[in-house]
Nanobody, 124 residues
């Protein structure tokens, strides 16, 4: 079993930055691919980014490409989502997810474990 805990959310003005963290505990985490998803009020959950278990492969949604960076530190079992140039439309609850395969996916149901989410609010 893997437990995921997100942190780092908060309120920020448009154009600002936040770094989300996802701390993992439980089984060996280094061989899991990781993803970030988000869900805004009244909307479906959407893919944001994923990173392979080696960290060599990353993929981003078009809406965040060039502004967000996903990374991982296998030594500390922590994953990060650096969010720059934030926009009001980035406001959502952000979730990290782990998948028991080397490679990530843009599809939420492909992930095996989920965190509880952290709120990100971007004011205009």
């Amino acid at each position: 079993q893997v437990q995921l805990v997100e942190s780092g959310g908060g309120l920020v003005q448009a154009g600002g930055s936040l770094r989300l963290s996802c701390a993992a505990s439980g089984r060996t985490f280094s061989t899991y691919a990781m993803g970030w998803f988000r869900q805004a009020p009244g909307k479906e959950r959407e893919f944001v980014a994923f990173i392979s278990w080696t960290g060599r492969s990353t993929y981003y949604a078009d809406s965040v490409k060039g502004r967000f960076t996903i990374s991982r530190d296998n030594a500390t079992n922590t994953r990060y989502l650096q969010m720059n140039s934030l926009k009001p439309e980035d406001t959502a609850v952000y979730y990290c997810a782990a998948r028991q395969t080397p490679f990530g996916s843009t599809i939420g149901r492909d992930y095996d474990y989920w965190g509880q989410g952290t709120q990100v609010t971007v004011s205009s």
